[in-house]
């Protein structure tokens, strides 16, 4: 059982950061592969990135690509995501997301999904 939480999300102008947390609990964090999806109201979820239980491999979703950084620290347990050059598109609710298979997160079908984050960029 893994119970993911997140933090770090806000208000910020078009073009600023905002970086996002997760702390995820349970003994085998180093087993599962990590991510962020997002969701807005009404709308479809949409992948953003995944990494690896590693490290080793990461993917980022078109659309995020040169702007988005994940990471993780496997000894704290957390993973996280730096938002660099945000657009009012961004704009939507984000999950932390966890699953043994990595092609789950891609896909969007984690194991596991924290609470969300309300991430606004504002125009």
């Known amino acids: 059982q893994v119970q993911l939480v997140e933090s770090g999300g806000g208000l910020v102008q078009a073009g600023g950061s905002l970086r996002l947390s997760c702390a995820a609990s349970?003994?085998?964090?180093?087993?599962?592969?990590m991510g962020w999806i997002r969701q807005a109201p009404g709308k479809e979820r949409e992948f953003v990135s995944v990494i690896s239980w590693s490290g080793g491999n990461i993917y980022y979703a078109d659309s995020v690509k040169g702007r988005f950084t994940i990471s993780r620290d496997n000894a704290k347990n957390t993973v996280s995501l730096q938002m660099n050059s945000l657009k009012p598109e961004d704009t939507t609710v984000y999950y932390c997301a966890a699953a043994l298979s990595f092609q789950a997160v891609k896909i969007g079908t984690p194991d596991y999904w924290g609470q969300g984050t309300q991430v606004t960029v504002s125009s």
């Open positions: 349970g003994r085998t964090f180093s087993s599962y592969a």
